[in-house]
């Protein structure tokens, strides 16, 4: 795949559409994603990815991203900062210190960036985060889609070490964790860092050679999000149904439209839980749709029934202009559809399930790939 650069505000828009759409009810806040790509246009910063080829095979390689809770904070949060006389430090500049960090701490030089999953701001940000460096961005993720844990990404499945990571919050917060049990162990760090910062945290991590990446990276997902986005602007213009676009580019399956009822939710341990009741209109009125997510969707049913769950997708989008829906802003009266998207074929594998799988999120659910259900 040749370069691809982001040179106008629309182009922006349309990557962060694709973007937040594979975010799958997670993968950050597209508004943040948005403007943070707007700003670095203003900057006359260079916002581009390149083929993962173009990477040498001797060239270390890092990935920066977000994690921790997508919930909003609560008044009792936001309270306890105040208290605690916490302000802002880093002025949005956590990733690139974070790879700075990483980079002096393991004594190697960083020459290229891997996103590690796609979402409306998990993406974006380490483009420009690479940007202000001056590094290139390939295009590829190690996860797909967007995931709420490092098992649900490539490095899990073909056991590259992650660490060390540097974690680096809003406060000015550093930490360096230098070797880890297992990715268990590592997650569980990386989410209880998030809660003391109260919320996310920001880390650099997976150092690899270029020769490793290229082995385990999901190759050309960020032109794969930006042409998804394109299209449903396109449809959209064209008074095309955006959501029927969104089916076809995906090769995907429409599962459901409806009319959100019900929102339960928890935020804990770093995650936002929860589960969403969706009630039919047009072609589904009369059925109910249900959907649990961790940070992102996973489990889904359709009048009680089992129907797609991960490491398949379940993407949910506004029924009108299928722009992606997070989970943080989902809300009763919200008119959604739903789409089934299959998961990148690696996660099928016995390996691939147990950290992706409907039993790693404690449900005794038995795998079954989406192309199999829609056909029975």
């Given at each position: 795949?040749?370069?691809?650069?982001?040179?106008?505000?629309?182009?922006?828009?349309?990557?962060?559409?694709?973007?937040?759409?594979?975010?799958?009810?997670?993968?950050?806040?597209?508004?943040?994603?948005?403007?943070?790509?707007?700003?670095?246009?203003?900057?006359?910063?260079?916002?581009?990815?390149?083929?993962?080829?173009?990477?040498?095979?001797?060239?270390?390689?890092?990935?920066?991203?977000?994690?921790?809770?997508?919930?909003?904070?609560?008044?009792?949060?936001?309270?306890?900062?105040?208290?605690?006389?916490?302000?802002?430090?880093?002025?949005?500049?956590?990733?690139?210190?974070?790879?700075?960090?990483?980079?002096?701490?393991?004594?190697?030089?960083?020459?290229?960036?891997?996103?590690?999953?796609?979402?409306?701001?998990?993406?974006?940000?380490?483009?420009?985060?690479?940007?202000?460096l001056g590094l290139?961005?390939?295009?590829?993720?190690?996860?797909?889609?967007?995931?709420?844990?490092?098992?649900?990404?490539?490095?899990?499945?073909?056991?590259?070490?992650?660490?060390?990571?540097?974690?680096?919050?809003?406060?000015?917060?550093?930490?360096?964790?230098k070797e880890a049990?297992?990715?268990?162990?590592?997650?569980?760090?990386?989410?209880?860092?998030?809660?003391?910062?109260?919320?996310?945290?920001?880390?650099?991590?997976?150092?690899?050679?270029?020769?490793?990446?290229?082995?385990?990276?999901?190759?050309?997902?960020?032109?794969?999000?930006?042409?998804?986005?394109?299209?449903?602007?396109?449809?959209?213009?064209?008074?095309?149904?955006?959501?029927?676009?969104?089916?076809?580019?995906?090769?995907?399956?429409?599962?459901?439209?409806?009319?959100?009822?019900?929102?339960?939710?928890?935020?804990?341990?770093?995650?936002?839980?929860?589960?969403?009741?969706?009630?039919?209109?047009?072609?589904?009125?009369?059925?109910?749709?249900?959907?649990?997510?961790?940070?992102?969707?996973?489990?889904?049913?359709?009048?009680?029934?089992?129907?797609?769950?991960?490491?398949?997708?379940?993407?949910?989008?506004?029924?009108?202009?299928?722009?992606?829906?997070?989970?943080?802003?989902?809300?009763?009266?919200?008119?959604?559809?739903?789409?089934?998207?299959?998961?990148?074929?690696v996660f099928r594998?016995?390996?691939?399930?147990?950290?992706?799988?409907?039993?790693?999120?404690?449900?005794?659910?038995?795998?079954?790939?989406?192309?199999?259900?829609?056909?029975?």
């Amino acid at each position: 795949m040749p370069h691809r650069r982001l040179n106008t505000p629309q182009d922006c828009q349309d990557f962060v559409r694709g973007c937040t759409i594979m975010g799958i009810g997670g993968g950050g806040f597209p508004e943040l994603g948005l403007r943070s790509l707007l700003n670095a246009l203003d900057e006359d910063l260079t916002i581009e990815w390149v083929d993962v080829d173009e990477i040498a095979d001797d060239t270390w390689t890092a990935s920066v991203y977000e994690t921790g809770t997508i919930a909003s904070p609560t008044a009792d949060t936001k309270a306890e900062i105040e208290r605690l006389g916490l302000q802002p430090r880093l002025a949005g500049k956590e990733m690139e210190v974070a790879l700075q960090e990483l980079a002096d701490y393991a004594g190697v030089t960083i020459g290229a960036v891997v996103p590690v999953e796609l979402g409306g701001d998990s993406t974006p940000l380490p483009l420009v985060a690479a940007a202000r460096l001056g590094l290139p961005v390939v295009d590829g993720d190690y996860c797909g889609r967007a995931v709420p844990e490092e098992m649900q990404g490539t490095p899990y499945l073909y056991e590259k070490n992650i660490h060390p990571f540097v974690s680096v919050d809003r406060w000015g917060n550093v930490c360096i964790l230098k070797e880890a049990a297992n990715f268990y162990t590592v997650e569980r760090i990386q989410k209880m860092l998030s809660v003391a910062a109260y919320g996310s945290c920001h880390l650099a991590d997976t150092l690899l050679p270029g020769k490793e990446m290229k082995q385990i990276v999901i190759r050309d997902t960020l032109t794969y999000s930006f042409e998804l986005g394109v299209v449903v602007r396109e449809a959209r213009t064209h008074d095309e149904d955006p959501v029927q676009a969104v089916v076809d580019f995906t090769k995907g399956w429409l599962l459901f439209t409806g009319e959100v009822q019900r929102k339960e939710w928890e935020d804990r341990e770093g995650y936002m839980w929860g589960d969403v009741w969706v009630n039919g209109t047009g072609d589904s009125t009369g059925q109910t749709f249900h959907y649990w997510f961790k940070n992102e969707n996973h489990i889904s049913w359709l009048d009680d029934e089992l129907l797609v769950t991960t490491p398949d997708l379940i993407a949910v989008l506004d029924q009108s202009t299928a722009e992606g829906r997070i989970n943080t802003n989902i809300e009763p009266g919200d008119h959604v559809a739903v789409v089934g998207i299959k998961g990148p074929e690696v996660f099928r594998s016995e390996r691939g399930l147990s950290g992706a799988g409907p039993r790693h999120f404690g449900f005794e659910i038995d795998y079954v790939p989406i192309e199999e259900r829609m056909d029975t």
